[in-house]
C-alpha cells in the first residue's frame, strides 16, 4: 500500500503511471497524454480521504478527461460513506433482489440474489434501466409505464408484478423503488428491493381462473333469492 494514501487513494494511484511521491501528495504522469515523460498530474488526498486530481501541463485535462481515461467516475473519487458500506454489506447477504441505479434510472449495481433469480451478471445489464427487466410473453405496459414515470419524477414507487428470468422462469414479487438525495436534496440514486410472493402470487392467479360450478350456481341462487 501507498504510505499515507486512504484506500480511495490508493486505488486511484493504481491505475496511474510513473507514481511518485512528491511533498504530501504525488506525481503521475497524465494518463489522458501519451508524451507525458514529465509527470504533470498531481494527486493529493482530502481530509476525508477523497482523491485530489490536478494536470499542470498546458491548459491542463479536466477532471472528467482524467476519469475517462483510467475507466472511473467522478464519484468514484470520495471515499463510500459508511451508511453507504453498510448498504452495500446488506444488500449483498439478503435473499431480496437488490438493484442501485443512478439518477436517470440507469443500472450501476445489483446483488447476488438479482444474478441468480434474473440469470443476468451485472456485466450484461449496466446502463439499462429497471423496467427493462419487466419482461416476458405478457408484459403488464401499465406497470412498465408506472416504474418510468416514478424514475422521471424522482418518486418511490410500491408494486406487485410477474416478471420471468432470462430463461423464461416466471416468478411473482413485490417491487419496492425508493429515490436517494443528498443533503441538498439533489436525486443521486434509486434503491429498488424486489421480493419474492411466487408462493401467493401463484395461489391467487389459481383462484382467479379457478371456475366451479356448483359454487357459481349457488351464488346466483342467493342473490336471487
Known sequence: ?????????????????????????????????????????SIGQGADGRVLVNCHRGNGCDLVQICTAVGVKVTDLYPPRQEERKLSLVASRTDNLVIIAGANGSIEWVNESFVRVMESSLEEIAGKSP???LRGPDPDTRLVRRVRTA????????IELANYSKSGRKY?????IQPSRN??????????????????GETESALRHAQPPAAVGQHRRAHRG
Open 183 to 200: 443533503e441538498r436534496g439533489e436525486l443521486e440514486n434509486f434503491i429498488a428491493i424486489e421480493t419474492d410472493i411466487t408462493a401467493r
Open 172 to 176: 411473482y414479487g413485490h417491487l419496492e
Open 151 to 158: 424514475i422521471d419524477r424522482g418518486e418511490s414507487l410500491s
Open 131 to 133: 423496467e427493462a427487466f
Open 1 to 41: 500500500m501507498t504510505q499515507g494514501a486512504s484506500p480511495t487513494v490508493e486505488s486511484f494511484l493504481g491505475k496511474l503511471n510513473g507514481v511518485r511521491k512528491a511533498g504530501t501528495g504525488w506525481q503521475a504522469r497524465c494518463p489522458c497524454r501519451n508524451d507525458d515523460d514529465n509527470p504533470s498530474l
